[in-house]
């Protein structure tokens, strides 16, 4: 038998395969395609302090093997959140992490606060990575310091574990990774999108009405690989990789990086059972390549 | 469950320019598929699959017909599909076209590749015993297809923004050539749905509308639309494509 159990801060993982943030919704969608509590857990879409609408459309463009979206954290709000979607997500025996947005500290603050009050979300992934809304201007997932000020002041907040989402558009992710495992988060998410732009022929302007997007899908696997490949090597909390997983052996891929757990984003817009699909190939091809678990394969791509 | 469908590809024909008319079969899909729905098709290659609207049913022989245009790589990439081949697909997707029997003259208006969801809708109208009234707008002649079907339908009126064909403008231009109608179901790019509903202020009317799409099922938010000032919105690919005319803001 393969062991694909892990256990990390806050979250017993049946296996290490959860849904990404923003690609899920709140899960009632995919529910309709298969058991959610197949799942090893599950990342909801951010929440932020008040409703936001979002960018206007369009908000998706495809690319090159991916695409890039500036939705820009269209939600209820936390407390919406809270009343009518972690209820539902709280019916399948799954770890549930919410995803925690804002443009000010205040608000990261009041959203962290707002989840101590419900007993269904294990984990906080902070997100100082998203890099499609405009207002507040203050860049938390670029500068080490800010990075380290809202992880702390979340920490503070929190009663929840709190892992830290970083932004790949910085040259340092080693400097960033260790600001915020200094200001005591519990553990990282990484990647989130890379900034990119498409320019439409027909209107020779930028596609997408935010201009800008996120880069995800197959085209930023190998950036994700090699940030967590040079992160890990330098903090001890652990890592939830993504950035273009659609298959098992992606998956092997980032455990052997580093990560101690994946989420998947892009790839369900294809596949709408792509977890599933992997969580079922995840033992032979563990197997395959000589694991007997998956914490066998974790920082195996490293270490000497 | 829902599941991923796996259709047959069962016939290819190229219509009129650029504009291709594809034969599906697949029993689930033609059984369940309503006028206005949308199939997510995933073409080999690409990231994100491509909505196309379903034009006809066919439950005896578990047929959909779809109609596109080729525009991009992920459509003329379908056009290369050969009876034979599979192609995976989500659907049918959506809310369709709603009509009540009470309904007693419908008018249809429809621009270039937002015609065909119109075809099968107005099929069914004719085989409830409502009379239809079909407005088409193409670019040019050569962009021309389905008018002997529509004609069967009942009365159409064809226009072609460069006049090589019917009569020369938009399909605003002949509206107030129409009879009398109680409701109207119109597709086509956003500009001709603004002027339409514009036209046809005061008229109760439904409208499907097109966006890029990222999931296709409801989660991902790619493709929503406004219905108030104040942040409401519906998503087109799970609300929509079609909306009652003042249920969003154009
Ligand atoms: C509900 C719905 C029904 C549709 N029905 C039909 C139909 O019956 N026949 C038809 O020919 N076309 C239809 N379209 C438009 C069709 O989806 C696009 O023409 C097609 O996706 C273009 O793909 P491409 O690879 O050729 O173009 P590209 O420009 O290469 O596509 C790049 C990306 O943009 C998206 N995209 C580009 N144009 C559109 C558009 N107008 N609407 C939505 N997404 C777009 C593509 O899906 C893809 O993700 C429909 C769109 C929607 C939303
Ligand atoms: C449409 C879309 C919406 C996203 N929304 C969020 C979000 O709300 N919060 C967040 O932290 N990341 C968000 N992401 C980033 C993903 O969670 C993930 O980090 C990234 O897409 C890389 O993984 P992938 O290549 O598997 O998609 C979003 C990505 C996409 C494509």
């Keep these: 038998m393969i062991d694909l159990t892990m256990d990390l801060p806050g979250l017993n993982l049946k296996n290490p395969i959860m ?78 992490i919410a995803n925690v947005a804002g443009s000010t500290l205040e608000e990261y603050v009041k959203v962290a606060l707002a989840f101590n009050k419900t007993e269904s979300v294990n984990a906080l992934e902070l997100n100082i ?67 990119g732009m498409q320019i439409h022929l027909e209107t020779k302007k930028p596609l997408l009405a935010n201009k800008t997007g996120g880069l995800s899908g197959q085209a930023i696997k190998p950036i994700a690989i090699r940030m967590i490949y040079e992160v890990k090597q330098h903090v001890t909390i652990p890592i939830i990789g993504m950035g273009g997983i659609s298959t098992a052996e992606d998956v092997l891929e980032f455990l052997l990086a580093g990560a101690s757990a994946v989420a998947v984003g892009t790839a369900n817009f294809q596949n709408p059972c792509v977890c599933p699909e992997i969580i079922d190939a995840l033992p032979r091809t563990l197997e395959q390549y000589g694991f007997q678990s998956v914490l066998d394969a974790v920082g195996k791509g490293y270490e000497a | ?58 439950r005896e022989n578990n047929f959909l017909t779809v109609l596109f245009k080729k525009l991009g790589d992920g459509t003329k990439r379908l056009a290369m599909y050969r009876p034979g081949m599979t192609i995976d697909a989500l659907g049918p997707s959506g809310n369709g076209f709603s009509y009540e029997p009470s309904m007693k003259t419908v008018l249809l208006i429809g621009g270039g590749i937002g015609i065909p969801p119109l075809y099968n809708l107005g099929k069914q109208l004719k085989n409830k015993g409502i009379k239809v009234i079909a407005v088409l707008g193409y670019q040019s002649k050569e962009h021309v297809f389905y008018e002997e079907k529509f004609n069967e339908l009942g009365e159409t009126i064809v226009v072609t923004n460069d006049g090589s064909y019917g009569s020369r403008g938009f399909v605003t231009n002949v509206l107030d050539q129409v009879a009398d109608f109680d409701y109207y179901f119109s597709c086509g790019p956003v500009p001709m749905l603004k002027a339409v509903t514009k036209a046809l202020h005061g008229h109760q009317g439904y409208i499907s509308l097109e966006e890029r799409m990222g999931c296709g099922i409801g989660a991902c938010f790619a493709c929503v639309i406004p219905t108030d000032t104040e942040g409401g919105y519906r998503k087109i690919c799970k609300d929509g494509p079609v909306f009652a005319v003042n249920e969003v803001i154009l």
């Design chain 1, 129 to 195: 990575s998203c890099p499609n809304v405009k207002e507040g201007g203050i860049q938390f997932g670029t500068d080490p310091d800010m990075a380290a000020t809202v992880t702390e002041k979340v920490k503070e907040a929190s009663n929840l574990p709190v892992y830290v989402k970083l932004s790949p558009n910085v040259s340092d992710i080693v400097g960033m990774a260790k600001a915020v495992e200094k200001a005591g988060a519990d553990g990282l998410s990484m990647i989130n999108t890379l900034t």
């Design chain 2, 1 to 58: 469950m829902k599941k991923q469908l796996e259709m047959v590809v069962e016939k290819v024909n190229e219509i009129a320019l650029d504009t291709i008319e594809m034969t599906l079969s697949n029993v689930h899909a033609a059984k369940t598929a309503q006028p206005g729905q949308f199939l997510h098709l995933q073409v080999e290659g690409h990231a994100l699959r491509r909505p196309i609207s379903i034009a006809d049913i066919d």
């Design chain 1, 19 to 96: 849904p990404a943030s923003g690609c899920f919704g709140f899960g009632r969608e995919y529910s309709e395609f298969y058991d959610l509590s197949r799942l090893g857990a599950v990342i909801m879409k951010a929440a932020t302090g008040d409703v936001r609408y979002g960018n206007n459309t369009p908000r998706v463009a495809e690319t090159s093997s991916g695409m890039l979206n500036a939705i820009g954290l269209q939600n209820p709000g936390v407390e919406k959140i809270i009343e009518n979607e972690v209820p539902f997500l709280a019916n399948y025996a799954i770890p549930i």
